[in-house]
């Protein structure tokens, strides 16, 4: 991996570390540079030194250990935030209209034993389940197929999704949330194609995202965005 060689002295012995983790010259937990040593090879100080090691710190790219020295992170250390945010308040944020179509509103049992342990039901008990499309204007952004954990928002299936969103709601009536989620790119199914206006083979960002509330799981939602239409940001931290 290259990265564009930085001018200030900072990000100058940023990107010397940077790359040099990117090429595996520091193995994970491996001891690199000592704060001294960065010193007397750049020519700078050691506040210009401390300032690149602690922003690849809040990358999750190292660690530092007090009195010892700072080290290559390790892979399963490096952690990603993502900002749940209510697509509503995007799109309005972007001067556009936000418009959802509500296609499906219902209660049902769980006949999967995946969706039921993510939500910590037993199998066969009540889930409520909505599929929703929204739009930016009149352009479709996202279908969104969420699963509801009754405990969780006994009074989902009477909101008026055309007027809110189910994040809006969800983060009102079950605060404190945390989430767990994979992103990949791929497929539609034939449905989400079809709810969406694309062609099934088209590419898409795919978000599967897992929320809870003080260790209780709220929902599981599938959430499909056309590549064409949505970019996700986020940050990363240790």
């Not at 935030?81 to 001067?95: A, F, K, N, Q, Y």
């Not at 299936?157 to 969103?165: E, M, R």
């Amino acid at each position: 991996m290259n990265y564009a060689r930085p001018t200030a002295a900072y990000a100058h012995v940023k990107h010397f570390l940077k790359t040099g983790l990117a090429e595996g010259r520091w193995a994970p937990g491996t001891l690199m540079p000592s704060e001294a040593e960065l010193v007397e090879q750049f020519s700078v100080s050691r506040m210009t030194v401390s300032r690149a090691v602690r922003e690849l710190q809040a990358e999750g790219l190292v660690e530092r250990v007090q009195g010892v020295g700072t080290f290559a992170a390790q892979p399963y250390r490096a952690s990603s935030t993502l900002t749940i945010r209510d697509l509503h308040t995007e799109i309005s944020e972007r001067g556009h209209r936000h418009r959802a179509d509500v296609h499906l509103v219902q209660a049902e049992q769980v006949t999967s034993g995946g969706l039921a342990q993510r939500l910590g039901l037993p199998v066969g008990s009540d889930v409520f389940h909505t599929l929703i499309v929204h739009y930016e204007d009149d352009v479709a952004l996202l279908c969104e197929d969420r699963y509801v954990n009754p405990s969780r928002a006994p009074d989902y299936l009477a909101v008026d999704f055309t007027k809110t969103t189910p994040t809006n709601y969800l983060l009102a009536v079950a605060p404190l949330w945390e989430a767990q989620y994979s992103i990949e790119a791929g497929t539609p199914t034939v449905q989400e194609a079809q709810l969406l206006g694309i062609e099934a083979a088209d590419p898409c960002l795919i978000i599967v995202r897992r929320t809870e509330s003080q260790g209780t799981p709220i929902t599981v939602a599938r959430l499909v965005h056309p590549g064409s239409r949505y970019t996700i940001e986020g940050s990363f931290k240790p």
